[in-house]
T-cell receptor, first 110, second 113 residues
Framework: GNSVTQMEGPVTLSEEAFLTINCTYTATGYPSLFWYVQYPGEGLQLLLKATKADDKGSNKGFEATYRKETTSFHLEKGSVQVSDSAVYFCALSVLNDMRFGAGTRLTVKP | DAGITQSPRHKVTETGTPVTLRCHQT?????MYWYRQDPGHGLRLIHYSYGVKDTDKGEVSDGYSVSRSKTEDFLLTLESATSSQTSVYFC????????????FGPGTRLTVL
């Protein structure tokens, strides 16, 4: 079946540190891949997405590259800010089936 | 931001009582979804709708029913709430290709005592 596995948190970083959150997936067919972000008390917001192999999604300094050979879609940011503190979800969508990872809580300290 | 509202935003109820959560959209999107969010599980799909009166089950549909009589409204009903249904419930919408990019409402926190 379709599934997403992402690194467990919580992750705590200092401001301006480099961020990586790992995400791997299992899917039948050709999934689209997503990163969503959830701020406290809010719903999920789309952060970025990629729809085919080797595509790079990017937004607000975050990037992720669709790697079919390693079935991965790792989220990266070169310099995190306190305002990036949130829960991040990796997700896939294929044939009307959307699956989410368990979420990774990121805390950025000043 | 997509025009999605959920009501109520918070609810406390007792085991065995019926509960209905409402999702309302102003985007005229065809697809609507109900998810529950629990620690360690991310989001899991309960039911979804692909048009008025057209619905289907998701991964965790037992104990839940849905209805969609108008494009803009998608109702989730717990016929007899149980403590295991204590969760945060999110509605989402998408267009045009079903489960492509989804836009989420603010959530409803439900506590079943």
């Amino acid at each position: 079946g379709n599934s997403v596995t992402q690194m467990e948190g919580p992750v705590t970083l200092s401001e301006e540190a480099f961020l990586t959150i790992n995400c791997t997936y299992t899917a039948t067919g050709y999934p689209s891949l997503f990163w969503y972000v959830q701020y406290p008390g809010e719903g999920l917001q789309l952060l970025l997405k990629a729809t085919k192999a080797d595509d790079k999604g990017s937004n607000k300094g975050f990037e992720a590259t669709y790697r079919k050979e390693t079935t991965s879609f790792h989220l990266e940011k070169g310099s995190v800010q306190v305002s990036d503190s949130a829960v991040y979800f990796c997700a896939l969508s294929v044939l009307n089936d959307m699956r989410f990872g368990a979420g990774t809580r990121l805390t950025v300290k000043p | 931001d997509a025009g999605i509202t959920q009501s109520p935003r918070h609810k406390v109820t007792e085991t065995g009582t019926p509960v209905t959560l409402r999702c309302h959209q102003t985007e005229n999107h065809r697809y609507m979804y109900w998810y529950r969010q629990d620690p360690g599980h991310g989001l899991r799909l309960i039911h979804y709708s692909y048009g008025v009166k057209d619905t289907d089950k998701g991964e965790v549909s037992d104990g839940y029913s849905v209805s969609r009589s108008k494009t803009e409204d998608f109702l989730l009903t717990l016929e007899s709430a149980t403590s295991s249904q204590t969760s945060v419930y999110f509605c989402a919408i998408s267009e045009p290709r079903g489960a492509d990019t989804q836009y989420f409402g603010p959530g409803t926190r439900l506590t079943v005592l």
